[in-house]
């Protein structure tokens, strides 16, 4: 690893028990500067709450990112006003608890990771958009470090949107959210490492994570259902990126798809 770069693993949504265990089988042998998850269900596949966050942080994990789940268990409140290295969508309404970025130091190396919910089939949340423009303003001068966004939006039209909005501002722009890995990660022109979302880790042989049994008999009566985590053939899904330093620009973003 080069002093002049910054290497960043980061991997898709974590569902539930399986996905932390993979997650902490799959660190031990990581090459990173900052290794970074979306966390939004690692407690019982929708939610987080402390003793899931502090479990996977315990891991060797810098941060954790989430979305619209993130409310989910009312414990995780207090705690987001307290553990800075759990953040919620940046662009959430003012007082809302928690906060949506954070800068992180490591080995004298230092990364922001913001935190970012789209609105298209969403909450109605503040412009994402906007709320990114407002957020580099404001962190424009304060500190020379690479900037790593996890955009959790639905629309793959947003989420590519917020990419050219954004490409060669900041180092990233990782999407989450629907669990299911696409294939367009690239090097925008500018200099962005981009990807539509980096899928999810967790069962593959499930519905996003969820035992298909039950999600196919939900679609199939439109009956209420008891979801379960899918626990079979558990896979890690994200994205490896390595950032220049100097420049902030994403010299390479690689696809990582890997059975536990």
């Known amino acids: 690893m080069q002093d002049n770069e910054v290497r960043v693993f980061f991997l898709g949504d974590v569902i539930g028990k399986p996905g932390r265990k993979?997650?902490?089988?799959?660190?031990?042998?990581?090459?990173?500067d900052f290794f970074i998850i979306n966390g939004e269900n690692l407690a019982g596949g929708i939610g987080i709450t402390p003793k899931t966050a502090l479990e996977i942080l315990s891991y060797g994990v810098d941060a954790i990112t989430t979305g619209n789940h993130v409310w989910k268990k009312k414990e995780i409140i207090p705690f987001l006003m307290e553990e800075k290295?759990?953040?919620r969508p940046l662009n959430y309404p003012r007082g809302t608890p928690g906060f949506g970025y954070g800068l992180f130091r490591k080995n004298n190396k230092s990364l922001y990771v913001v935190n970012i919910e789209g609105r298209v089939f969403m909450n109605h949340l503040e412009c994402p958009f906007r709320s990114m423009e407002d957020l580099l303003d404001e962190i424009g001068s304060e500190i020379d470090a690479p900037i790593f966004v996890d955009f959790h939006a639905e629309a793959t039209s947003e989420k590519i949107a917020m990419g050219w909005f954004l490409d060669g501002k900041v180092s990233a722009v990782i999407g989450t959210h629907t669990h299911v890995q696409t294939s367009d990660s690239r090097v925008l022109p500018n200099g962005t490492g981009y990807i539509t979302d980096a899928g999810m880790t967790g069962s593959i042989n499930s519905v996003i994570g969820m035992d298909k049994k039950a999600v196919l008999e939900k679609f199939i009566t439109l009956l209420p259902q008891k979801?379960?985590?899918g626990k079979d053939d558990v896979e890690i899904q994200g994205v490896s990126l390595t950032i220049d330093i100097k420049t902030k620009k994403c010299l390479k973003i690689e696809a990582i798809r890997e059975k536990i």
């Open 227 to 229: 979801y379960e985590v």
């Open 22 to 32: 993979a997650v902490e089988q799959f660190i031990k042998k990581s090459d990173s």
């Open 85 to 87: 290295r759990v953040l």
